[in-house]
């Protein structure tokens, strides 16, 4: 069973930054892509930004674009989501997403708050 460990999350103040880290229980090129989504309470589970393991290619909402980079690292295993100039908008569980083929893995979720 794969297994997707998220940290990072946390309270920070609107305009702050926050690095989102997640690390599967094998190796990040198992996978065709994998991508971070969030979660609002009463809302449905959106994508925020994902990024291809086959040419690095990258896809954000437009709600982020321009604030969050989606980026990996191979020798380390492991997949970033920099978040920069946080909104109120921003809070969100925000989950690791892997893809493979038809099949997609979930991390447990990590909380982002955004408040002053």
């Known amino acids: 069973q794969v297994q997707l460990e998220e940290s990072g999350g946390g309270l920070v103040q609107p305009g702050g930054s926050l690095r989102l880290t997640c690390v599967p229980s094998e190796s990040i090129f198992n996978f065709a892509a994998m991508g971070w989504y969030r979660q609002a309470p009463g809302k449905q589970r959106e994508l925020v930004a994902v990024?291809?393991?086959?040419?690095?290619?990258?896809n954000y909402a437009d709600s982020v674009k321009g604030r969050f980079t989606i980026s990996r690292d191979n020798a380390k295993n492991t997949v970033y989501l920099q978040m920069n100039n946080l909104k109120p908008e921003d809070t969100a569980v925000y989950y690791c997403n892997a893809e493979r083929a038809i099949l997609r893995y979930w991390g447990q979720g990590t909380q982002v708050t955004v408040s002053s």
């Open positions: 990024i291809s393991n086959f040419g690095g290619s990258t």
